[in-house]
């Protein structure tokens, strides 16, 4: 890989996306997601975050708005290598191993074999002695390590993470919100998370972004003032419960009154 990019920055200024036949997925909004922390994005199904996710993955267009990767567009970020994505499906090729699989970008995006680096992301991600097993033999919490780690394969500069979770037991849950982010914390990785979960949010990100039911608006705009590395025992906080109850309260809000103003803390 050709130099080792800093963390990106994400714009969204006036972002709207109305698919085909006049059904709109998110309103206009304006949104600056801070280069090198991680950001929650939570509301409620169907509300269209994932739809948002994906617009800032250049996997759709939006319907008005910009949005900017470092200054970059997304398609230009893709082309450069500077933003990876994972789905909660893991989508592993299934005739390759769980080393070709997390080395599979590398090839993709022209860079150079990097076995080592493939190595140690198999040793981050808990998957030893799992190397050469194919996916139709590992469990699904195996299956979703082993796609997350081939997101940070190409040591990307933006981390874009669509439920990464939902498709695993709830014990393998806590052990991949424990363990994971010191995988994209150690470079200062930009992370954008998408989830259901308002305890996984707390736990994961620096700041949460709440919207409001389809069409998707920012109801809210929480800090997560926790310090890191986050031990699990920080559920049990008194600032992870307050966090955790802004979160509630502000989905509640979205639900009651889908055009209310944002709100920042």
């Known amino acids: 890989m050709a130099g080792d990019p800093a963390p990106l920055g994400v714009e969204c ?98 860079q150079r074999p990097d076995p080592e680096r493939v190595e140690r992301l198999i040793r981050l991600v808990g998957l030893d002695g799992f190397a050469a097993t194919r996916p139709a033999e590992l469990s699904g919490g195996m299956r979703q390590r082993a796609a997350i780690a081939r997101a940070l ?42 989830t259901h979960s308002v305890s996984e949010a707390v736990m994961l990100s620096d700041r949460i972004i709440v919207l409001s039911p389809r069409p998707a608006r920012i109801v809210a705009n929480i800090a997560v003032p926790l310090a890191r590395p986050r031990a699990f025992d920080a559920v049990r906080s008194p600032v992870f419960a307050a966090v955790a109850d802004a979160v509630l309260e502000a989905l509640a809000l979205g639900r009651n009154d889908g055009d209310a103003a944002p709100a920042a803390s």
């Open 13 to 110: 200024r006036a972002v709207g996306k109305t698919f085909p036949g006049g059904v709109e997925a998110v309103a206009p909004l304006d949104l600056t997601l801070e280069a090198g922390r991680t950001t929650a994005i939570v509301g409620p199904s169907g509300c269209g975050k994932s739809t948002l996710l994906r617009m800032i993955a250049g996997l759709e267009h939006p319907s008005t708005g910009q949005i900017t990767i470092g200054g970059r567009s997304p398609a230009e970020a893709t082309r450069a290598a500077l933003l990876a994505l994972a789905f909660q499906d893991p989508s592993l090729l299934p005739w390759r191993t769980v080393r070709g699989n997390i080395a599979l970008p590398l090839t993709l995006t022209r």
């Open 153 to 194: 394969v190409t040591e990307p500069s933006l981390l874009l993470l669509d439920e990464p979770f939902g498709a695993v037991d709830e014990l393998t849950r806590q052990q991949l919100a424990r363990d994971l982010p010191a995988v994209w914390e150690a470079r200062g990785t930009t992370t954008v998370l998408v």
